[in-house]
């Protein structure tokens, strides 16, 4: 099965390298980008640690490669750094991309659904639940999904491991609605071995309220945390976006927060959904205390408005 990404900058590479080393899922990976000179630099550069890894072809090409892509990884545009997102006071967090990345998708979307139109479209730019309304929109078909809040959950379920001693594999934890700063961390249903987290964390002595902060500080802005150390989050979302595009091609229908259209809330963001062949097949909403219901409703809005802003900007 054939796999591309579109944008081999740095969420690209990795998305790229983590493909080939999962290994076994595709058997070719097509690198496109506008800097066509650093597409065939990484592929060359990724084709010599291919050897190691199940088999798998890797080259750079154009829209025409594209053909018979079955799934179709957007990780093109401009990242937080680049687009001034590293503030941790201002509210717009990665919506602040919205307008230039939009542009960016008017470009690429077109020519992806040209040359591939049974693509599943998976969404990885910022801010990647309003640019996939913008794809559906553009695409006129309903296998796009964004990478949503998987990253944020995994960053949950590490942090909360960290506090607990346990593995973060055993850690039961979601983030929903948003992938920005209006994302909602399901406290109540945060389980290790059935037993809720906050019962944990107070059989084992330590402050819920001001650990709760931290780690919702920690997980908000995990991203500028990295920026600011190495200018862009990359090895995270790049397994991220690898283990998705996985999920996809097996038909697995793993359980994942991704985040698809819905038509309940008439707008794309992260529930628990099930991915595989075709995209996300089905969401659920997980359940919430109605503190956190108030807190999706306000994410919901958030994104609502963010998605009318991508459609204008990216069909103007
Ligand atoms: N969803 C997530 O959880 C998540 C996590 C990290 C980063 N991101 C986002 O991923 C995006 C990429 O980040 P990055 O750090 O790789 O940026 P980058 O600047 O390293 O790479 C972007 C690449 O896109 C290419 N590009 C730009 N416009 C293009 C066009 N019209 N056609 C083809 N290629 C084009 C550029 O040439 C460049 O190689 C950013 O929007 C970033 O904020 C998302």
Sequence with gaps: MKVA????????SATALSLV???????????????????????TDLRYAAPLSPTVD???GG??????AAVVVITAG??????????????QGRLRLLDTNAKVFADIVPRVVAASPQAVLMVVTDPPDPLADLTRHLAGHDRVFSTGTLIDSLRFRVQLADRLGVRPRDVQALVVGEHGTSEVLLWSSAAVGG??????????GLPVEDVRKEVENDIRYANITIIEGTGASQYGIGAVSARLV???????RAVLPVAAYSPDHQVTLSLSSVLGAGGVQQTHQP?????????????????REAAERAIAAGTA
Excluded at 63 to 68: C, F, P, Q
Excluded at 195 to 204: A, G, K, R, S
């Design 246 to 252: 996985e999920a996809v091609l097996r038909d697995e």
């Design 195 to 204: 037993i809720p987290v906050t019962e944990l964390l107070t059989q084992d």
């Design 21 to 43: 080393e999962r290994g076994g899922s595709c058997r070719e990976i097509v690198l496109v980008d506008r800097d066509t000179a650093r597409a065939d630099a990484v592929a």
């Design 287 to 303: 359940a919430m205390t109605r503190e956190e219901q108030r807190a999706l409703d306000k994410s919901v809005r958030i994104l």
């Design 58 to 60: 890797v080259r750079s």
């Design 78 to 91: 401009i990242n937080e750094k680049a687009g001034g997102a590293t503030d941790r006071s201002e509210r």
């Design 5 to 12: 990404i579109v944008g081999v900058g740095a969420v690209g």
């Design 63 to 68: 829209y025409g490669d594209l053909t018979d």
